[in-house]
């Protein structure tokens, strides 16, 4: 008799003969990118450092492409792009202390938008870890304990048998639902030491499917079948988990309303009767959503930005699909269904009624309405004319990754993504000089689109030397710089709460010139010329900057009334 766990894959005659027979000259270095590519890997990003030159050596005699950023973060940051462009783990290559210490802003941001990243970093020699005050370059205490509360997961390699599997079972967490970065270490001795271990020659990883409880998906369909109000809040999970036909599918046989989360943008389309957008910073979509008596909320733990900054208040029963079981009714009490969004909403899908209600574009209409009366009252014809300009000027299948900028803030409300996972902001951590790193790893992803990026005059100071990047690899980049002199945002906050600001003015370069002197052709534009000159330059292949002069303003919060 014979079972499954019995089953061994046996090799072939050519990787017995790869086996028993490996190249001359391999080092660990060798082990990490032929797993890599065992995995399915095509690119890594990275930076090289002393501890780290091994893996970087085996590179050169690897198939895999290698886009080197010229800052850790920004690597960080480009890495989860591809992820989330892509679907598929992202390999980035640090190291140690410092290298690796300096990606830790984008593993958070990676980690709060479920983006997967296999970050392999290098270690100080096998001989100091332990936590021993050897002295090393680079050393610290515990490297791995400065991951252990941003990643998903930590790996320490301390022989270099153990390199495959380490990577393997990091591979396979990072694309475990919810998808996330996780990070490896491998001593600098390992990688740099000659290998007698074979070619890595296999690698498929399976990662876990994460269903739904069937008694849980029944009481959730027979609560939204009854239900009088419906309403479905979709957020970033259900992009990730590729569920936007089935999200439309649910809320059509439902007639339930339908308001994406800012990491949810495109999961639903934007003027689809029963779409409420993405106006979540506004009252009357709050009350809305706190009049359903059944509110489905999938892929989001409606956290500060999603609940309008914690005043959302819910009188009906809240139904909650998260994948991450942390963020399962962690602020309303719900019926916690945790599992993968797209498995969840076809489990609905198969036991909920149809119901019928012809009110509800009406209703969804109203909302509407008197979201764009309120911005209308506040004369900001700037800004919408900025962010329409944008909108026209990028083709609807393009991607676009936006900085922490006041124009950003007003596209998580009032931008149509045209289609799932196109837009995407640094809005998960928070942190400044997302948009171009991470647009550059987009259009590594995919050369066949073009790829725009949106930032401030302060956030672009972060990543300025990417321009070198951008142009070392041509990659179709168009950067969007709206230059208001200093942190526009925070002006505006400081000035609310304090009557002034403080340390928000900046001294900026002439972004065209520098951006010239890369050798990216650049251009100075206004608000009646952007479309055009946004349009030209996505056009075109390769890098391209335009800087935008304006002081735009958010318009005015409703969670403060």
Sequence with gaps: MTHDHDLVLRPTAAQTEAALNPPPGRNGG?????????LGAT???????QHALGMFDALRRSDLRYIGLRVENNAGFAADAYGRITGEAAPLL???GPGALTSLAALQEARAASAPVLAISSQIPTAGLGGGRHGYLHELPDQAASFRGVVK?????????QIPSAIAEAWTSAL???????WVEIPQDVLLSETPIPVVTGGDTFPEEL???PELTAVAADLLSRAERPAIIAGGGVVRADASGKLRQLAERLAAPVVTTFGGKGAFPWTHPLSLQSWLEDRHTTDFLEDADVLLVVGSGLGELSSNYHTFKPRGRVVQIEADLGKLESNH????????????LQALLETVEERTDPAAPARVREVLDKVRDRIASQELTLEQDVLAAVRGALPPGAPSFWDMTILAYWAWSAFDAKAPNTMHSGQG????GYGFPAALGAAAADPTRPVLAVSGDGGALYSIAELATARQYDLNVTWLIVDDGGYGILREYMTDAFGQPTATELTRPDYVALAESFGVPGTRTSPETLEADLAKALAAPGPSVVVLPAVLRMFAPTHLD
């Design 153 to 161: 997961s930590v790996h320490t390699v301390r022989t270099q048998s």
């Design 94 to 96: 640090l190291s140690t």
């Design 333 to 344: 009490p719900a019926l916690g269904i945790h599992a993968d969004a797209r498995l969840a």
């Design 43 to 49: 690119t890594v990003f990275g930076l090289p450092g």
């Design 30 to 38: 060798d082990l990490v990118v032929e797993t890599l590519a065992g």
């Design 429 to 432: 951590a928070g942190g400044l």
């Design 176 to 182: 475990t639902v919810p998808h996330g970065p996780v």
């Design 211 to 213: 269903p739904p409880r």
